[in-house]
């Protein structure tokens, strides 16, 4: 006589909504290079919000949750938006994590506002408010891995049995203004075709802040680092790593030897034509994307 076999199909721990329940998702923003501080959330343009996020157990329960992985998406949307990017931390892209009862786990929200769909990181902001929400998605155990092979739970470990769920932080406003700061580079006298000479004889580089506050231009945590498209058809690249603050309304020459290291043109006799023009290249870490100085027209003598 064969014996009867008996299955039990039985729910998984924990559910998609236990889990919207237990989990919060914490974002504070953080400004550096302020133009106007304002409840955390006023940046220049030529800034990308910087942060910190955090998902955390606001149950009274140890929950199960993976770093950003394959089979999890992190990024940043307008309120209701899809499109949510992956972001993979580390080697490992299937990291469980124990969160025990109010404990949170720091999640990379620079590097998913980095990674914003209507503006890439070396694009400006537009001017204007924008409202953005942080979203932490789990699709569950993917039916194919990256190498397009069937999955296997077992990569997932006690995370394969969770049900996919979405949790989204509450609305972040950004307010991105125009910078009252401006570069210029400007040739303060004709550039020798018979010897070499330092920059700072023939070129000036220019920051003009047109606003009623100072502003901070580089600070040893920040450095400031240009590059000068010059005369001699060389590219000389500079770098300020000390505290500078330029006064409102007022301009300074970065060029000046007291702010840096005096850069000497190369040999006037090339086998190369000499540029007719050229510019600067303006950038400090925190920017979005580098400044550029508008073209100026090479005198020579």
């Given amino acids: 006589m064969s014996q009867a076999l008996h299955l039990e199909l039985l729910p998984p721990p924990v559910s998609?909504?236990?889990?919207?329940?237990?989990?919060?998702?914490?974002?504070?923003?953080?400004?550096?290079?302020?133009?106007?501080?304002?409840?955390?959330?006023?940046?220049?343009?030529?800034?990308?919000?910087?942060?910190?996020?955090?998902?955390?157990?606001?149950?009274?329960?140890?929950?199960?949750?993976?770093?950003?992985?394959?089979?999890?998406?992190?990024?940043?949307?307008?309120?209701?938006?899809?499109?949510?990017?992956?972001?993979?931390?580390?080697?490992?892209?299937?990291?469980?994590?124990?969160?025990?009862?109010?404990?949170?786990?720091e999640l990379p929200f620079d590097l998913?506002?980095?990674?914003?769909?209507?503006?890439?990181?070396?694009?400006p902001w537009p001017p204007g408010t924008h409202v953005l929400q942080l979203v932490y998605l789990w699709d569950g155990v993917p039916a194919l891995d990256a190498a397009g092979k069937p999955g296997g739970i077992g990569d997932y470990g006690?995370?394969?049995?969770?049900?996919?769920?979405?949790?989204?932080?509450?609305?972040?406003?950004?307010?991105?203004?125009?910078?009252?700061?401006?570069?210029?580079?400007?040739?303060?006298?004709?550039?020798?075709?018979?010897?070499?000479?330092?920059l700072?004889?023939?070129?000036?580089?220019?920051?003009?802040?047109?606003?009623?506050?100072?502003?901070?231009?580089?600070?040893?945590?920040?450095?400031l680092s240009f590059q000068i498209r010059a005369p001699d058809g060389c590219s000389h690249r500079f770098e300020i790593a000390r505290t500078l603050v330029i006064p409102a309304h007022a301009e300074l020459d970065l060029l000046d030897p007291e702010l840096v290291a005096e850069?000497?043109?190369?040999?006037?006799?090339r086998d190369f034509a000499l540029p007719d023009d050229g510019g600067a290249s303006i950038r400090r870490l925190g920017w979005s994307r580098p400044v550029e100085t508008p073209p100026v027209r090479f005198d020579r003598r």
Avoid at 263 to 269: K, Q, R, V, Y
């Fill in 16 to 105: 998609a909504a236990e889990l919207v329940r237990d989990l919060a998702l914490e974002v504070e923003l953080e400004v550096e290079l302020e133009v106007e501080l304002e409840n955390g959330s006023r940046i220049s343009s030529w800034e990308t919000p910087r942060g910190r996020a955090r998902l955390r157990n606001v149950s009274a329960r140890t929950l199960r949750v993976l770093q950003p992985c394959a089979g999890l998406r992190l990024g940043v949307v307008e309120p209701g938006g899809a499109g949510v990017d992956r972001i993979v931390m580390g080697e490992r892209s299937h990291l469980c994590v124990q969160l025990g009862a109010g404990e949170a786990l």
């Fill in 263 to 269: 850069e000497w043109s190369l040999c006037a006799e």
């Fill in 158 to 198: 006690p995370m394969a049995d969770v049900p996919p769920f979405e949790l989204r932080s509450a609305e972040l406003r950004v307010e991105s203004t125009t910078p009252p700061l401006g570069f210029e580079l400007v040739q303060r006298a004709a550039a020798p075709r018979d010897r070499r000479y330092p």
């Fill in 112 to 123: 998913a506002v980095r990674r914003y769909r209507p503006w890439r990181w070396e694009q």
């Fill in 200 to 223: 700072s004889e023939v070129l000036r580089l220019v920051a003009r802040n047109a606003g009623a506050e100072p502003l901070e231009l580089a600070s040893p945590a920040a450095p």
